[in-house]
């Protein structure tokens, strides 16, 4: 009787272990998915801050040279330079190095702006994927659970059986025995 009573709360452990695997596991990949959402958040938040920079840099850069061009066509109109010739293409050339300075500043914006907004869609994978395998461990430790409880239950049962039956073939069992004591 013992034996058939050991078998049913080893049973129960089981279907509760199983309950409570998945709940963990479930709990485990909301909290996953929450911290990579976070952190998906901080990484385009600071691509919108690297965007929101990057248009306030070239706003200043094109003032600063533009600033710097007129004082060198003013420095060249005081010499009395005319407007072609050496003065004129040395003062070209500069524009276009400033020009290319301040375009390959924004690419250099533009490229890290789209790396951190990479991140964030890495961030939220990695987060989906570990969410995922918190599951699937979750239910691999439910699938154990259950599968020891009945283990235990079915280990009683067989100990209980095995009981009557020593108990017939030594001729110690009587119907309803066990209710005498």
Not at 35 to 44: L, P
Not at 75 to 88: D, I
Not at 141 to 163: E, F, W
Request: aromatic share 4%; charged share 25%.
């Amino acid at each position: 009787m013992l034996n058939l009573v050991t078998g049913g709360m080893s049973l129960a452990a089981g279907i509760m272990g199983r309950r409570s695997a998945k709940k963990e596991a479930r709990r485990k990949a909301r909290a996953l998915r929450a911290m990579a959402q976070y952190n998906a958040k901080v990484k385009e938040m600071e691509a919108r801050s690297v965007r929101e920079t990057m248009g306030a840099e070239t706003t200043r850069a094109y003032k600063s040279k533009r600033r710097q061009m007129a004082t060198q066509r003013a420095a060249f109109s005081k010499t009395g330079a005319v407007s072609s010739g050496t003065p004129m293409a040395v003062m070209l050339e500069q524009a276009t190095e400033m020009e290319m300075d301040i375009q390959n500043q924004r690419r250099n914006r533009m490229l890290q702006e789209q790396n951190l907004r990479q991140q964030a869609k890495t961030t939220r994978y990695e987060g989906e994927m570990g969410a995922k395998a918190a599951i699937a461990e979750g239910r691999a430790a439910a699938r154990s659970s259950l599968l020891g409880g009945i283990t235990g239950a079915m280990v009683g049962i067989s100990s209980a059986l095995s009981g009557i039956s020593k108990a017939k073939a030594d001729g110690s069992y009587e119907a309803g025995s066990w209710w005498k004591y």
